[in-house]
């Protein structure tokens, strides 16, 4: 069982960097595959990056490719998207999610916890 809570969102403007994190709980965190996601109002959820239990392979969305940065510190039970050259269309509630399979990738179905998510707003 794995419980994760995100913190780091809020308002940035165009251009601007935010970090996201995300602590669990669970001694098998380390197993774990881990992904972000996010939904925009009116939208639904959404692919972001994910991350190998190892840290050592990673997958990115075309949309984010080349501006976020997904990590993890299995010693510390966290990962983060590092979020840099934001643009208002990367407005919307990111979640951290958890696969005990270890699968990292970009099926919403295959993530078995979810965190409550945290909101980014991007200004123009």
């Known amino acids: 069982q794995v419980q994760l809570v995100e913190s780091g969102g809020g308002l940035v403007q165009a251009g601007g960097s935010l970090r996201l994190s995300c602590a669990a709980s669970?001694?098998?965190?380390?197993?774990?595959?881990m992904g972000w996601f996010r939904q925009a109002p009116g939208k639904e959820r959404e692919f972001v990056a994910a991350?190998?239990?190892?840290?050592?392979?990673?997958y990115y969305a075309d949309s984010v490719k080349g501006r976020f940065t997904i990590s993890r510190d299995n010693t510390k039970k966290m990962a983060y998207l590092q979020m840099n050259s934001l643009k208002p269309e990367d407005t919307a509630i990111y979640y951290c999610?958890?696969?005990?399979?270890?699968?990292?990738?970009?099926?919403?179905?295959?993530?078995?916890?979810w965190g409550q998510g945290t909101q980014v707003t991007v200004s123009s």
């Open positions: 999610a958890a696969s005990s399979t270890g699968y990292f990738g970009s099926a919403l179905y295959e993530y078995g916890y």
């Open positions: 669970g001694r098998t965190f380390s197993s774990y595959g």
């Open positions: 991350i190998s239990w190892g840290g050592d392979s990673t």
